[in-house]
């Protein structure tokens, strides 16, 4: 998302800048990208297939589908069946794949029956031009819903240490050994307020307040893949470094105690 231009569109604004972060991301085996066909539009997954192709074997690219663009910062559900499958198309093309290893539905379209939605990604399983299906920014009773169409392998939704909206819905995918995929993982809020909980964790181990907040995601749940996004080498290897951040007993008390 974030190697696109301002706004989430057009061309970043060092297009070099933007190529070095994902080979940076493989020479560091990170093995999920998530991007999507809205991003840009379409810039995101364009330079994703000029870079990294061909493709290490173990990587998995999702890409979503389910949202029009009209401008910077502008998005607007389209989730009609027609829309999405074009968009997967496109996102073949542009990727370079025959297959999309992982397809989310971006979002719910509340103009478009959501089991009209999910079924038209269905009938892209059907002729093997996606492989795993997911859905993203949803409600339990939405992934009720897609259950019952298909086999759901992720959810995305927005999720941090410090906006937890989606609880019930995390507790649903651990018990049933679903991927849950917390966007925007490390808006922290009131939590990284200076002088705040994570800053002063942060502190005492020599870390910064979002590696306290990818760390703290990655203990909450064995089903948990955070996907910070970055447009620097520089912070895409300080979110990875977030992995060798064990949080003490008393560090996740005080994370508890300040979110209330």
């Known amino acids: 998302m974030r190697i696109t231009g301002a706004g989430i569109w057009g061309e970043p604004r060092d ?8 080979e940076r991301a493989i020479e560091l085996d990170i093995n999920f990208i998530d991007t999507a066909d809205s991003y ?8 994703i297939g000029e870079t990294l192709r061909p493709y290490p074997d173990d990587l998995v690219i999702a890409t979503k589908g389910g949202f029009g663009r009209s401008g910077p910062g502008r998005w607007e559900a389209d989730c009609r069946p027609e829309h999405l499958k074009q968009a997967c198309e496109g996102s073949l093309l542009r990727l370079g794949l025959e297959t999309i290893e992982l397809h989310p539905l971006h979002t719910v379209d509340r103009r478009v029956p959501y089991e009209d939605s999910v079924g038209a990604l269905k009938e892209l399983q059907d002729e093997g031009k996606i492989r795993h299906i997911g859905v993203s920014n ?6 009720v819903r897609a259950q019952s169409i298909v086999e759901v392998v992720s959810v995305q939704n ?17 018990q049933q050994g679903v991927a849950f995929i917390p966007w925007y993982p490390i808006g922290r809020g009131d939590l990284a ?26 203990h909450r749940s064995p089903v948990m893949i955070p996907i910070p996004g970055t447009s620097s080498v520089s912070h895409l290897q300080e ?8 949080l003490a007993d008393d560090d996740l008390k005080q994370i508890e105690d300040a979110a209330g």
């Open 15 to 22: 297009r070099d800048a933007a190529r070095r972060v994902l």
């Open 193 to 218: 307020r200076p002088s705040g909980a994570l800053e002063q964790i942060a502190e005492q181990h020599d870390a910064t307040p979002a590696q306290v907040a990818i760390a703290w995601l990655l």
């Open 40 to 47: 840009g539009p379409h810039v995101s997954e364009r330079l």
């Open 158 to 174: 927005n999720y941090s240490v410090g906006k937890r909206d989606s609880e019930d819905v995390l507790d649903m995918c651990e």
């Open 239 to 246: 979110n990875v470094a977030a992995l060798d951040l064990e």
């Open 138 to 143: 949803v409600t339990r009773d939405h992934l």
